[in-house]
């Protein structure tokens, strides 16, 4: 009992002399601080040289090409066939017809200078019939501009027009025996009509796949070289009987629209008006429309149609159409 007495005093002793030390502690940290002292140690700073350094040149040789291409190239066959006694009625009859578009781009700064060629040829053979053409068109048009703003360009424009082959109307007279033959006459051939026209003037493209070519100076040659095809042709396209050779100034008119409208389906048109300044009463115009539809990457369906009025040719509006299954293909695809 005395023992433990003794233990409780002399821990109460303790803690009553801890307590007073813990209070009366005054120890200064004012001193201490909680980063080093600025450049405590001495620093070099080191000293930049640049040199320069030789680089090889490139293997690969990397050049802008300003130029861009494309190429199409379609065949279209068409043929019927029936038996003698085919109670229907019907005529053996075999179709072809060819297509090439050729065109190049130039484009470089302010620039441009584009090409376009168009070969078109088609014949037709029925049974008991004279063969015939489809389609027979030869076409090149050339056109370099300067830009002006952001949609208007300075352009000069130089294309011609012809076409392949010889080209009838069809006429029919008795023999001998009284029996109906079928005969020919020539009324048209290469260069006869042939048309070269150079233009001047202003070109408004407001997007890609639309421009409009305002010529204010144009001039059109017409070349009839064939003399004797006036005796068939009246008018003889313009040109004074006995020459080969017309000239006219003009004002003209050039639309083109080509653009995808649908999903593997395709439309372009142009249109072009050419006002000779001696007679506006009488305008030539042409509209030419094709729609195209992808079956798939070579097979497709095309719808051409042209309506055409030259006073020269004749005095009514002129109209053809075409529908044709056939081959296409395209390069670039």
């Excluded at 300075?154 to 079928?182: A, H, P, T, V």
Aim: hydrophobic residues 35%.
């Amino acid at each position: 009992m005395v023992k433990r007495l003794i233990f409780l005093l002399c821990l109460t002793c303790s803690l009553s002399a801890f307590s007073q030390d813990s209070q009366t502690d005054t120890t200064d940290l004012s001193d201490l601080r909680l980063y080093p002292s600025k450049k405590p140690l001495p620093v070099r700073r080191p000293i930049l040289q640049l040199r320069p350094v030789e680089i090889a040149n490139s293997p690969l040789d990397l050049k802008v090409n300003y130029w861009r291409n494309w190429v199409s190239f379609g065949v279209n066959l068409n043929q019927a066939a029936f038996s003698d006694n085919w109670s229907g009625g019907g005529v053996n009859s075999m179709a072809v017809g060819t297509t090439f578009n050729y065109k190049t781009d130039y484009t470089k700064g302010d620039k441009n200078y584009v090409s376009e060629v168009i070969f078109q040829y088609g014949k037709i053979k029925n049974k008991g019939q004279l063969q015939r053409k489809t389609n027979d068109r030869l076409y090149w048009d050339n056109k370099i501009s300067m830009k002006l703003s952001k949609n208007w360009s300075f352009f000069g424009s130089l294309n011609f027009e012809s076409q392949f082959d010889r080209g009838f109307s069809y006429y029919k007279e008795k023999d001998e025996d009284g029996n109906e033959i079928e005969r020919q006459r020539t009324i048209s051939r290469f260069m006869s009509p042939g048309y070269l026209t150079e233009s001047l003037g202003f070109e408004y493209k407001p997007s890609k796949y639309y421009w409009l070519r305002i010529g204010t100076g144009t001039a059109r040659q017409t070349f009839v070289l064939d003399k004797d095809i006036y005796r068939n042709i009246p008018k003889n396209y313009g040109v004074d009987t006995g020459k080969v050779f017309r000239n006219e100034l003009a004002f003209q008119l050039v639309s083109n629209f080509e653009k995808d409208i649908m999903q593997n389906l395709s439309l372009k048109t142009r249109y072009a008006m050419f006002a000779n300044y001696e007679n506006l009463r009488s305008i030539d115009q042409r509209l030419d429309v094709s729609l195209l539809a992808k079956v798939n990457r070579l097979i497709n369906v095309t719808v051409n149609g042209v309506i055409l009025y030259d006073d020269d040719a004749s005095g009514k509006i002129q109209a053809s159409q075409t529908l044709a299954l056939g081959l296409l293909y395209k390069f670039p695809h």
